[in-house]
């Protein structure tokens, strides 16, 4: 799902990004409907410079939006990315009950934690701790990143949020009914456990 924006002025390195993250399987554009502000005939750029790229392969609202700094300690082709995931809480995934407030907050206290490192999956030179939210009945979480390679930087993005979602799923707490995407993920786990059983006792 969409969640970022990546502003694309016309040099080479930007369309070059622009190209990378349009063909990557993982990623999804979405044209961003038109406001009227903006556009070619007026002269502006907010609504022909900006488009958007989610995450496709995740139940997940997340994307990637890119920071234009040309010129960053003098490398002209590096920006910054940052990638954002949003994934819901766990009294939002829990059926048929309200999840004690102490729960909740363990929960959230063990996310974070278990969250800490995710940049470290980004094989990026430059990599900022993650920041980790609660905003309503979900959790933000943002990792930023430095690439002067965009293909390298598309499979950073990606597996920053192959990180999260792994964090995400290995926390649920057993003994609740979940509802989507958890119970999905959860059923998932079982077969695989079960087939992985099934060769393992052959």
Do not use: C
């Not at 040099?11 to 409907?33: C, G, L, M, N, Q």
């Not at 750029?45 to 990637?64: I, L, S």
């Not at 969250?115 to 009945?137: K, Y």
């Amino acid at each position: 799902m969409p969640l970022s924006t990546t502003r694309l002025p016309g040099d080479v390195t930007d369309k070059r990004i622009e190209r990378t993250f349009r063909e990557h399987p993982s990623f999804e554009r979405a044209d961003r409907e038109e406001s009227g502000e903006g556009d070619e005939s007026s002269g502006g750029t907010d609504a022909t410079d900006r488009v958007e790229f989610g995450v496709g392969f995740t139940p997940f609202e997340g994307g990637v939006s890119v920071e234009n700094d040309p010129g960053r300690d003098g490398d002209t082709d590096r920006r910054e990315y940052r990638v954002v995931v949003r994934v819901p809480t766990l009294d939002a995934v829990v059926e048929g009950e309200t999840v004690a407030p102490v729960v909740q907050d363990g929960w959230f206290d063990t996310l974070d934690r278990r969250l800490a490192d995710a940049h470290t999956v980004a094989d990026a030179e430059v990599a900022a701790a993650p920041t980790v939210e609660r905003e309503g009945e979900s959790v933000v979480v943002t990792v930023a990143f430095e690439r002067d390679d965009p293909e390298r930087a598309a499979e950073d993005a990606k597996a920053v949020v192959e990180y999260v979602e792994g964090t995400w799923v290995q926390g649920l707490v057993p003994g609740y009914d979940y509802r989507e995407p958890a119970a999905s993920f959860r059923e998932r786990a079982t077969q695989n456990y079960d087939e992985g059983g099934s060769r393992g006792s052959r």
